[in-house]
């Protein structure tokens, strides 16, 4: 049985985590929408213009339709991203894939960290893991690491998020580099606090061999 | 037609080639600039009469970036892009000196008429 309660937040943090997700997604989604719309209207500037002329480019015009095919897969990428994350608060325990939900949180992150011109990657293991807990408050500590690391780094910096399972425990490593705190660090350590507290899990900070920070979130493999 | 050369300022690749495609078979004169600091080193080698900047793109701040436009090309007509229906950070930019402010997906033949209304009224 997991140990998971929401306690520590509050209804309108919880909130304000899930409109900033759907926010960012819903943006990404308009940017595709908005692209179709120009490729759509390009077309239809290319027939009008063979209406005129008699002669229609049929390569360019297989080149807008490979485009809007590949805006049609991020959009649907996107969407079901959300979906995904939208259905996380179904339950407030439930069995899932820690792969898929770490590929989405990052995923879904990504968006932040391009504003912030700064690479956020991945690394995942070969073998699933799968676990019993909270997938929403989940999505939010993973994300909260990502948020403090990218508001403290400068520009052009990494993050890598990577986990392994070790001993009936998982360990998730966000790692980047905090150069400058600022006046919402402190703010930011609280949220990690109160989440890792509600997730019954640990955290702790250290540094690489090579003087980067490491945030460490340590989840006991609580499947049933 | 007013005769004018616009640039649009936007990280989406697909968008800003599509935009000055349409705009070049429509006889206007268009480039584009997937980056805010690259839009500021064509306009400092270019006239542009109008630009279309996009209020959120990496790295950029957007009140920076409309005083460094002011700067190299004083009286240069900026048109805001939000991808949000209402945005703060557009009626700040209005409020900075950009002239308009559209919504993504852009209206395209309310953005031309837009664009020869600002060009008309600035040549007289």
């Given amino acids: ?224 | 037609m007013a005769d004018f050369q616009v640039l649009i300022v936007d990280d989406e690749l697909e968008f800003v080639t599509a935009l000055v495609e349409r705009l070049k078979i429509r006889g206007i004169r268009a480039e584009g600039a997937l980056r805010a600091d690259q839009a500021m080193v064509k306009l400092a080698m270019k006239t542009y009469d109008i630009i279309l900047l996009d209020i959120k793109m990496p790295g950029m701040k957007l009140a920076d970036t409309i005083e460094r436009f002011n700067e190299i090309k004083p009286g240069v007509q900026i048109i805001l892009v939000t991808g949000y229906g209402s945005s703060a950070e557009g009626e700040e930019g209005l409020k900075l000196g950009a002239v308009d402010l559209m919504a993504k997906p852009i209206k395209f033949d309310k953005l031309i008429q837009r664009m020869t209304e600002l060009t008309l009224g600035k040549n007289g």
């Fill in chain 1, 1 to 224: 049985m997991s140990n998971v309660n929401g306690d520590s937040l509050s209804v309108q943090e919880k909130l304000a985590f899930f409109g900033m997700i759907t926010a960012g997604v819903s943006h990404d989604i308009n940017n595709v929408n908005a692209i179709i719309r120009e490729l759509a209207g390009l077309m239809e500037d290319l027939f009008y213009g063979a209406e005129q002329t008699g002669q229609l480019n049929t390569d360019k015009l297989k080149e807008i339709v490979q485009k809007i095919g590949d805006q049609t897969k991020r959009g649907e990428k996107n969407i079901k991203r959300l979906n995904r994350f939208s259905h996380s608060v179904d339950y407030p325990s439930q069995n899932f894939s820690l792969n898929g939900l770490i590929m989405d949180i990052t995923d879904l992150s990504q968006r932040f960290a391009r504003l912030k011109r700064i690479t956020l990657s991945l690394d995942l293991p070969e073998v699933d893991t799968e676990i019993e807990s909270s997938p929403f408050l989940l999505q939010y500590l993973i994300f909260s690491c990502i948020e403090l690391l990218l508001e403290t780094s400068t520009e052009y910096e990494k993050i890598n998020v990577s986990f392994a399972e070790q001993n009936g425990s998982v360990s998730i490593d966000i790692t980047g580099k905090i150069s400058e705190k600022g006046n919402r660090f402190d703010d930011r350590m609280n949220m990690i606090r109160k989440l890792t507290n509600d997730l019954s899990c640990e955290f702790n900070m250290k540094q690489t061999e090579d003087n980067r920070d490491v945030l460490a979130l340590i989840i006991s493999n609580t499947k049933s």
